[in-house]
């Protein structure tokens, strides 16, 4: 495992992590609301035997630091797009769930020459109404992350997941409740000001749509419609909820990295 590092965007500060051979092909990681870049490891061991893989956290989370201002889902591309710049990165692969999602169909339409394959995992161009979005920020403004990790944690697991598998869901429910508070209704507030239902139309990179059939936080009707969206787009489902990766992870890995693998 490499050492944390980290580059310096203005007043942001974001964490990464690299894995993998230096000769290998990137591939760029975007975690999810709530969590941080260890969200991935259920992954690490596949995708570092084909792929230099780039983790970092999505500012707020884990070691990254927020800024106090407001921010939108054009600045958490942009924070991608500053950290490969800061690695001299001009082309990677990208695979993100859920708010790491998002930032992949941002990042899509409006840098897609710095995109070789997209995978966009768990994840909606569009989660209204707002009204949902600004009951989970007072909530989180008030209480805390505690009074919404458990909400989280039944929406994100399948309830068998939940059952056999408590030391993977403690790992998660620890990343929930170490996310930073203004990282967290930062995001929610960038999540619902979004809307890229139509924008995803110009991605013009090899995308894989990925969805769980069991996630009530984006169904596969939200993947299906990105897929319908985005022309040439894979669609694929698992059986799992929200953190597909944690429920299937050989399946999802096994998927990921066959698609990514493809030459175009």
């Given at each position: 495992m490499s050492e944390s590092q980290f580059i310096v965007r203005g007043t942001l500060r974001l964490h990464y992590r690299i894995d993998g051979e230096a000769d290998a092909p990137w591939l760029?990681?975007?975690?999810?609301?709530?969590?941080?870049?260890?969200?991935?490891q259920p992954q690490m061991d596949a995708l570092t035997k084909h792929f230099r893989v780039l983790r970092y956290d999505a500012r707020?989370?884990?070691?990254?630091f927020v800024p106090g201002e407001p921010f939108t889902m054009a600045d958490l591309a942009d924070d991608a797009i500053a950290l490969l710049d800061h690695l001299a990165i001009t082309k990677t692969h990208f695979c993100g769930l859920?708010?790491?999602?998002?930032?992949?169909?941002?990042?899509?339409?409006?840098?897609?020459s710095r995109i070789a394959r997209l995978v966009l995992s768990n994840t909606s161009p569009y989660m209204g109404p707002a009204s949902n979005w600004d009951t989970r920020i007072k909530?989180?403004?008030?209480?805390?992350?505690?009074?919404?990790?458990?909400?989280?944690?039944?929406r994100w697991f399948t309830p068998h997941f939940r059952e056999t598998a408590a030391d993977k869901i403690a790992i998660v429910q620890k990343m929930l409740l170490d996310t930073s508070v203004p990282g967290y209704v930062g995001c929610c507030a960038a999540i619902r000001d979004m809307d890229q239902r139509i924008s995803i139309s110009e991605i013009a990179n090899p995308t894989l749509v990925i969805a769980g059939s069991r996630d009530p936080s984006t169904p596969p009707g939200d993947g299906k419609g990105i897929a319908a969206t985005i022309t040439g787009a894979r669609y694929l489902e698992f059986d799992a909820a929200h953190l597909s990766n944690w429920e299937q992870p050989e399946q999802y890995n096994e998927n990921l990295c066959a698609f990514l693998m493809e030459t175009d």
């Open positions: 760029m990681l975007c975690n999810s609301l709530g969590t941080n870049l260890h969200m991935w707020g989370h884990g070691e990254s859920s708010l790491g999602g998002m930032t992949g169909m941002w990042l899509g339409t409006h840098y897609g909530l989180v403004t008030e209480g805390g992350m505690p009074t919404v990790t458990d909400s989280v944690i039944a």
